[in-house]
C-alpha cells in the first residue's frame, strides 16, 4: 500500500513540475498523477535504454518520472501541431 501512495506522491509532483516546464501551468491533480506515471514507465524505458539508474533513490524515481513527463508533452505538442 505504502508503495502505490509513493507512486501517486512522485506521480502527482512530476506531473505538474513537467507541466510547470512545458506550459506555464499544471493539468489539475488527476491529470498531473496520471502524466507523472506514464512519465515514470517511459522515463524508466529511456533511462534503462541509454544505460542510465536514476531510480534509486527518491529524487531519482522523481528525476526519472519528469524525464518522462517532460517527453510525453514534448511529443504531445509535435503531434498536435
Avoid: C, D, H, P
Avoid at 31 to 44: A, E, Q
Amino acid at each position: 500500500m505504502m508503495v502505490f501512495i509513493y507512486f501517486i506522491i512522485i506521480g502527482a509532483i512530476a506531473g505538474w513540475l513537467a507541466g510547470k516546464i512545458m506550459t506555464g501551468g499544471g493539468f489539475g491533480l488527476v491529470m498531473n498523477i496520471v502524466l507523472g506515471i506514464i512519465g515514470s514507465v517511459v522515463g524508466g524505458w529511456l533511462f534503462s535504454f541509454l544505460g542510465i539508474s536514476a531510480s534509486n533513490s527518491t529524487l531519482g524515481s522523481l528525476v526519472t518520472s519528469l524525464v518522462g513527463a517532460v517527453l510525453i508533452l514534448y511529443v504531445g505538442r509535435l503531434i498536435k501541431k
